[in-house]
């Protein structure tokens, strides 16, 4: 075989390497670094923390998100829906202590906010801080809470069960199909006289409701 066959050879095997490295690497320079492509995608948000059937401790609830295909964008909030980007709803609904068995069913078979149990929102300056401060100035206290970051903190909260609806919202407040559930639970405090033992003759106790929506 001539030397002239052999370089040849040996450019288009460097050159195959080059063109590997390239892909693989997205051009980056980066060392170490793999830069996936940029692809348009659903924007999901996926709720943290309180993970669903937990038990708090205390009375409050750090509640965090994870979103993705989703800009927020603190500065656009009242504006103008945008593609692609905008705030969230955090919405936090205390189970009733006696629920009626239709309701139940009702929540169970349509998650989201439309069909959850409604007992007493959580959604107030008092108990979601500056995002309850912010709902009253917009007109949602009571429905739910804006925020212009992935976290929201509830205080005051009073023992039972909880269920949270997260929902991924336009710049004008407008929700779009992105939400998430969490179900948690507010423990007595152990000091604290027990409250009485509620009647739920021919309805579903709260522990069994939260039960069921949990699980």
């Known amino acids: 075989m001539s030397k002239r066959i052999i370089f040849g050879a040996l450019v288009a095997v460097a050159g195959a390497v080059v063109v590997v490295i390239l892909v693989t690497s997205g051009g980056s320079d980066a060392p170490g670094r793999t830069a996936a492509p940029i692809q348009p995608g659903q924007a999901t948000v996926e709720i943290i923390s309180p993970r669903n059937g937990s038990r708090q401790q205390n009375r409050s609830a750090v509640v965090k998100v994870r979103v993705e295909n989703f800009q927020m964008a603190p500065l656009q909030f009242g504006k103008a829906p945008q593609f692609g980007e ?8 205390r189970v009733p202590n006696c629920v009626r068995p239709e309701a139940l069913e ?6 989201t906010s439309a069909g959850r149990l409604i007992g007493k929102s959580y959604d107030f300056p008092r108990y979601s801080g500056p995002n309850g401060v ?15 970051k992935p976290e929201v903190y509830y205080q005051h909260l009073p023992p039972g069960f909880y269920r949270l609806v997260v929902t991924l919202a336009q710049n004008n407040g407008s929700e779009n199909d992105a939400h998430s559930v969490t179900n948690f639970e507010v423990l007595s405090n152990p000091r604290a006289k027990p409250p009485p033992a509620q009647d739920c003759k021919g309805k579903v106790s709260s522990t069994e409701a939260a ?3 949990s699980s």
């Open 106 to 111: 009702k929540a169970l078979n349509s998650p």
């Open 211 to 213: 039960k069921a929506i």
């Open 86 to 93: 905008g705030n969230i709803r955090f919405s936090l609904n």
């Open 134 to 148: 912010l709902a009253e100035e917009i007109g949602t206290a009571g429905l739910y809470s804006p925020a212009t």
